[in-house]
């Protein structure tokens, strides 16, 4: 499985935006890029993901890099409830059945 | 609407105990996981099912067993318990068809665990 390294800690003020990195340096063409957040005492709950193209939702954004090799989730205005550990992970289409969560990012939004 | 749902929320066991943690979905999704958390870490891939009668591996299978009988359940057995299976215990299901890459995975609210 394709790894993907995200810094352990992140800190933002509310209301700010929020640019969340994911290095996935030896993804292969078939992998998705998947993040996931999970609030505190909750189960991970799904964000966003992508393959090539940078997509958005509700909840954020997704940038890919040209080379695939990274990825940001960004939060356009967080808020506390942003507040939570958020999850990259790549799943690979071809044995898309598994789905393996790294350490991820500890976000802290300050009021 | 119901999603995902485990039971208990809360066990304690003695060691060498064996007991049965529950995870049902009413979204008739194909897949079915298990992941342990143990405190400040991610999470960890147990066992995985693609369809009833149809089960995998994950990264750290060992003192765990399960089985896919129905589509809607997927049961997770500690067959002996040992206090290094202490650890939040979360299932996940998700759709499969549209593309085995893509498919939102949804989480329970997870079932504490604490072996003693």
């Known amino acids: 499985d394709a790894k993907t390294t995200q810094p352990n800690s992140m800190e933002s003020n509310e209301e700010e935006p929020v640019h969340l990195p994911c290095n996935h340096s030896t993804i292969s063409g078939t992998d998705y890029i998947h993040w996931y957040r999970q609030l505190p005492s909750q189960g991970p709950e799904y964000v966003i993901h992508g393959l090539t193209s940078n997509v958005n939702n509700r909840m954020a954004s997704l940038a890919i890099a040209e080379d695939r090799k990274s990825s940001t989730l960004i939060l356009h205005r967080a808020t506390l409830r942003d507040a939570a550990v958020y999850y990259c992970i790549l799943r690979d289409v071809k044995y898309g059945n598994k789905l393996v969560f790294g350490a991820g990012t500890i976000l802290r939004v300050k009021s | 609407n119901a999603g995902v749902t485990q039971t208990p929320k809360f066990q304690v066991l003695k060691t060498g105990q064996s007991m049965t943690l529950q995870c049902a979905q009413d979204?008739?999704?194909?897949?079915m996981s298990w992941y342990r958390q143990d405190p400040g870490m991610g999470l960890r891939l147990i066992h995985y099912?693609?369809?009833?009668?149809?089960?995998d591996q994950g990264e750290v299978p060992n003192g765990y067993n399960v089985s896919r009988s129905t589509t809607e359940d997927f049961p997770l057995r500690l067959l002996s318990a040992a206090p290094s299976q202490t650890s939040v215990y979360f299932c996940?299901?998700?759709?499969?068809?549209?593309?085995?890459?893509?498919?939102?995975?949804?989480f329970g609210e997870g079932s504490r665990l604490t072996v003693l």
């Open positions: 099912s693609v369809g009833a009668g149809i089960t």
């Open positions: 996940a299901s998700r759709r499969l068809a549209g593309g085995r890459g893509t498919g939102e995975l949804f």
């Open positions: 979204m008739n999704h194909e897949y």
